[in-house]
């Protein structure tokens, strides 16, 4: 199996990655190590490929249903799958997991590693402030970094009209991740974007963001290039 481990200064009690395409035992559309139970894969397959991940991360995973919202949810969590699209927790091996194919996961902790975060963040979970409500369950946000994961790369992710007027009617400065295309589309920087959100936060030591789900085929699902695809999942917690 492939990760991704972020290269970024978190303490060393803080570990961290994301699952790429490349190993597992899913077939066909899903091929490779598909974590999604609801895009159609068999689930006795994906059964086994999250068995692969627990086993790497060595702690309990709890998993959401995500709903491009902005609702958090601190580990240990009595839910087996609540609705949210961020987790948070300061209790060490609880692991704090979300799931992509094109929408940006961001991971957050802070300098001390007292507390970490896992963030799905689309276009619309960006828009509403997915960013800004986990990052406000930190004590002091300035102490905080974040890495982020393989997302939609700027050149592949088009929008409409629609999707940069209200990314800029409370924030011009969001019109520098956008890009003009004929038939009022525009490329749109989820990455950018979620940097200015971040830093609108006070968190200023943001890592990654050099990966392309779209482009990158052979490493990375992608829901805009395929329809129905797979999921990778990105994931932190703290040890002992």
Not at 182 to 202: E, F, I, S
């Amino acid at each position: 199996m492939e990760c991704i481990q972020p290269d970024w200064p978190a303490p060393r009690h803080v570990k961290a990655l994301t699952t790429t395409r490349l190993g597992g035992a899913s077939q066909g559309v899903f091929s490779g190590w598909n974590l999604g139970l609801h895009v159609g894969d068999d689930a006795e397959v994906v059964s086994q490929n999250r068995a692969i991940l627990q086993a790497l991360v060595g702690g309990p995973i709890t998993w959401l249903n995500q709903v491009h919202g902005t609702q958090v949810v601190r580990l240990p969590c009595v839910e087996s799958l609540p609705d949210a699209d961020a987790a948070v927790t300061d209790v060490s091996g609880q692991v704090c997991t979300v799931m992509t194919a094109d929408c940006l996961p961001v991971l957050i902790t802070d300098r001390q590693g007292s507390q970490v975060a896992a963030v799905h963040a689309g276009w619309r979970g960006l828009l509403d402030g997915v960013i800004e409500t986990t990052v406000a369950t930190f004590t002091d946000s300035t102490q905080c970094m974040a890495w982020l994961g393989p997302a939609i790369g700027p050149m592949h992710f088009e929008v409409g009209q629609e999707v940069y007027d209200a990314f800029t009617r409370d924030c011009p400065a969001a019109r520098s991740a956008f890009v003009r295309q004929p038939h009022q589309k525009y490329l749109a920087d989820l990455y950018l974007l979620a940097k200015q959100r971040l830093a609108k936060m006070g968190v200023t030591d943001v890592y990654g963001g050099d990966h392309c789900t779209y482009r990158q085929r052979d490493q990375f699902y992608s829901y805009r290039r395929d329809g129905q695809t797979g999921r990778m999942a990105s994931c932190i917690w703290l040890t002992k």
